[in-house]
């Protein structure tokens, strides 16, 4: 059975696959370059231990009596670009039929003889499995197989190793990956090399061998105490935020869904867009002009995968914190992906996790211009978005709309002489706002007008003070 379960086309082969071989190796040795460049720029003060790199993989999948085959396709497919992010090349998928993973060694007894040929035959130097491996099922698959075996976390982990670029996500991910390394310190002791390059290489810092697990919990509190610090500095900031009385659009969604490229077509911003998983890693926040005057903070953050590494969350959450202040949350789907049901279950559960599963939210049905049109009214019907294309700009004055709608309105009353030269701020509050008071004075109008925070910070340079501010506590300062 095993033949009939592995898939075909996988082989290299021909020459479209010799070219793709050849890409595949010039991108490598530029990973390689970039990551002894990272281990040099930011090797932690005390030694962590780099693995061995990864160049061709065999993936496999138990498909349990808990998934669907097509989920279990899926998620191998998946793994297979996550490992293509990562750099590393899948050279084959092998799928076991079992009621359910072996707790000892992940696949049965007969399939691992089968996967030790299968690897050696295609010259495979690892097998990657698509679940995240307890540190005894590692250890025993490695010594069974004599090869090196890596899961979806740690493929995971790498991509987010090679993509932080920010202190904070840096440190974020070292976390990570250390709360990872911790418990399976055992099981890496032979796998260790100086070498770089390929899955698992960008490791958090120097190699060393024997690596002391006292040293590596120091290097983990030292790590959370510089996480903490740099959370109670980004709360700070969102407090000015808040005092700004803006409200905050957080954009969630899983990876690849168009989150930035939304970001970007909403708001003029630049932010690196990548038809590649984890693109971003660090928060971004624009301004987001509404219809009617109205503006909010949009904020774009790392994406989520199904079965995102609980390490990951762990060490993410000062991000994903923002995320949870937010006024609403934009869930961005990509309606034109197979499994988007599926992504958007798995975005739910990261949400539920991190304690957003009652925030307001806000669909955006993205890439219609891809999407099947029947599928797509499908995942109206159910989820009820906004079907948009942050590449055409189709639909993206309904999502504004729609995002006004769904946003507090933060108004204020302000009094200002609004002098006749400016004569405009007089006519927008009248159409934004609500004109409470106008009076025409020598100096200009005199007005009193509730008005939302874009057109009463253009009016703050013309204020008075405080119209009521003696109907709350007399403390009339004019801000
Ligand atoms: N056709 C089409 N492609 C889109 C659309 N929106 C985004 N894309 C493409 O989808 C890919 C991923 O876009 P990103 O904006 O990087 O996705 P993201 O959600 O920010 O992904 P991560 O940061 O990796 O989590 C890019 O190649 C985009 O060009 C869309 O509306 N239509
Ligand atoms: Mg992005």
Redesign the pocket.
Known sequence: MSDAERQPGRRSGGAVEQDREQELSLRRAEQRRRAAQRVGDHAPQEGVPIFRPVERAVLVAVHSDQESRAEVDAGLAELAALCDTAGSEAADQVVQRRPHPDPATYVGRGKIVELRELAHELEADAVIVDAELSPAQQRNLEERLELKVLDRTIVILDIFAQHASSKEGKAQVELAQLSYLLPRLRGWGDALSRQAGGIGTRGPGESQLEVDRRKLSRRIDRLRAELREAGATRRRKTKERERAEVPTVA?V?????????????LTGAS???????????DTTARRLELPRSREAILT?T????DKLPTQLVESFKSTLEETLRADLLLH?V?A?HPQADEQMAAVERVLDEIGAEDMPRLVAL?????ADPDALTGLQREAGGVP?????G?GLDALRAEIAESIPVRRKVIEALVPYDHADLVARAHEEGEVLEEEHRAEGTRLVADVGPQLSAALAAYAEADPWAGDRDGSASGT
């Open positions: 954009l969604g899983y990876t690849n869904a168009g989150k930035s490229t939304l970001l970007n077509r932010v690196e867009v990548g038809d590649r998983l984890f693109a971003t890693l774009d790392v994406g989520f995968v961005v990509d034109s993205n890439k219609a211009d891809l948009v294309s942050a590449i055409t189709a």
